[in-house]
């Protein structure tokens, strides 16, 4: 289906800036569930938005999907969207995709392998290796350490065990650290896809290079702007697979008649390189100056700011991507978030629960861990489990816990951001889930003690349109200024923060006593609390 929003008869000329007042910019996003295109003007109107549905596979610890499917479900998403617009007016497109998410294609682009997705943990023995070999790299790069489930991992997963890589003998060659796989792999003109890289290739006719924020998790030195040759090498992943790297921003071709002919996006088109979907929502809220966050409140909590320099945590747990420009994009994912909600009251009337909630003066906190292989956001604590401190008389008390903890985790990201240095002084938005919960959202504002803005709309198909918009000459954070739109500002009452601070600290006291948060962090967050 559809949805159609009328354009504005009148363009915004203050907010437009450079922008050209008839064009429109494309945000194409692949999401886990759906593939998904919006169209948007120069006064940030959504002119149509289309998606289709993606399937997955899950078995153990492996998730993985069918490349061809996220071309497919794209172009008839972008069909439907672009079906009333006139050509002339669109000018570019950018992408979004899941982080991490890779495959190996041919030499031509056709899939040899499935999609490894974002969260595929398949590759925990090549993470110990690849950790070993690149520690020095990592730990320059500010995020210490790789998981499973990120991307160079996986492709040394892929190196080792698919045929179509390994040239069918390798295997156990590079298994045992030999490099054959190296070798097969060479000359038989596999390359490195992450999940935006197949799309790209399609679009232009040919492959582009790739975006440096998809990039990331495969092991690009993001300062040098290279890929690590001497640790790849030790690796065994020759330099054939890997794709150009470019920064986020840059027009890296054009749509190719072919691909005009299946998506309805006019031939000519300009692509340009995009980022994974947390920083496309990030664009989309319109968090680009300096010190700004992007709190997105869904199943987890995912925290991604801006910032003018690269911020290192000897922990690991905040990682940064490279931004448009010059610009750095550090944040981090927890464990914790709204999921709790659907696990702890599954059928509940949350409207209810949240007016009584919004009543209620029970001072309970409960960590709000969704996971089950506990923390990683803002403190590392593989053996955290959920509790409750203090009394809930009832159900509505019980869920106000659930909701206070959430905000209680979300004071102590910033509280940890700041001890790394981190700018953490800028215009705080919350998106997500979460953020439809208006009481929700004036709760986490008073918790922090800071404004909070709720944008419009702010998914990640909306800020690869931002990003898209970037063609026509302007920064990124002019075309957000243009194209981003503000519902609301909730100011923090005083008194409710004075009131709510006692319990964010005994939660503090209560992650310290667990061993699972580092007392100096809370030291900091005290010391904060205290000014």
């Not at 730990?139 to 190196?159: D, F, I, N, T, V």
């Not at 208006?438 to 504002?445: G, H, K, P, T």
């Amino acid at each position: 289906m559809t949805d159609r929003l009328p354009a504005d008869a009148t363009q915004r000329a203050d907010a437009a800036g450079e922008l050209p007042a008839d064009a429109v910019w494309l945000g194409l996003d692949l999401g886990t569930q759906s593939a998904r295109c919006v169209a948007v003007d120069a006064a940030g109107t959504v002119l149509a938005a289309a998606s289709r549905p993606l399937t997955s596979h899950r078995e153990g610890k492996r998730h993985e999907q069918d490349p061809e499917q996220w071309w497919s479900a794209l172009a008839e998403a972008c069909r439907e969207a672009l079906a009333g617009i006139a050509p002339e007016r669109i000018r570019g497109l950018a992408i979004d995709g899941t982080s991490g998410t890779i495959l190996l294609a041919d030499a031509s682009g056709r899939p040899l392998t499935p999609g490894l997705m974002y969260d595929d943990g398949r590759a925990a023995t090549q993470a110990e290796r690849a950790n070993a070999v690149g520690e020095s790299v990592w730990l320059e790069l500010g995020y210490r350490s790789m998981q499973p489930s990120w991307a160079l991992p996986k492709l040394l997963w892929l190196l080792e065990n698919e045929p179509a890589a390994s040239g069918g003998g390798a295997g156990e060659a590079a298994a045992a650290g030999t490099g054959g796989h190296e070798a097969a792999a060479a000359g038989t003109g596999v390359r490195l896809l992450h999940q935006t890289d197949l799309v790209t290739w399609r679009l232009a006719g040919h492959q582009v290079a790739a975006d440096a924020s998809h990039a990331l998790k495969t092991g690009y030195h993001l300062t040098e702007e290279r890929w690590p040759a001497a640790e790849f090498a030790e690796l065994g992943v020759p330099e054939s697979l890997l794709p150009e790297v470019v920064r986020p921003g840059t027009v890296i071709g054009a749509v190719c008649a072919q691909a005009a002919a299946a998506t309805g996006i006019p031939e000519g088109t300009a692509i340009v390189a995009g980022m994974t979907d947390g920083c496309a929502a990030q664009i989309g809220a319109g968090a680009l100056t300096p010190g700004a966050w992007n709190s997105v409140l869904g199943t987890t909590l995912v925290f991604k700011g801006m910032s003018p320099h690269l911020v290192r945590d000897p922990a690991g747990v905040v990682y940064c991507h490279r931004g448009p420009g010059d610009s750095w994009l550090p944040g981090g994912a927890s464990s914790s978030g709204a999921g709790v909600i659907s696990r702890e009251f599954a059928g509940a009337d949350l409207a209810e629960l949240t007016l009584r909630a919004s009543e209620s003066e029970s001072t309970a906190v409960a960590y709000p861990l969704v996971s089950t292989g506990g923390e990683r956001f803002p403190f590392r604590a593989p053996g955290a489990e959920p509790f409750m401190l203090g009394e809930a008389p009832d159900e509505a008390a019980r869920f106000h816990a659930y909701l206070l903890g959430v905000a209680c985790v979300e004071r102590l990201c910033f509280d940890y951001l700041d001890l790394l240095g981190a700018p953490v002084d800028g215009p705080l938005t919350l998106t997500g889930g979460g953020a439809a919960n208006r009481y929700w959202s004036r709760l986490r504002a008073d918790v922090m003690g800071r404004p909070v803005l709720l944008p419009e709309q702010a998914e990640g198909a909306i800020g690869m349109a931002v990003l898209a918009a970037t063609s026509s000459g302007v920064s990124v954070q002019d075309a957000a200024a243009a194209m981003v739109r503000i519902r609301e500002e909730i100011a923090p009452d005083p008194g409710r923060t004075a009131h709510w601070t006692p319990v964010y600290l005994t939660f503090l006291d209560e992650l310290v006593r667990r061993g699972w948060l580092d007392s100096a962090v809370a030291d900091h967050a005290k010391q904060r609390a205290a000014q």
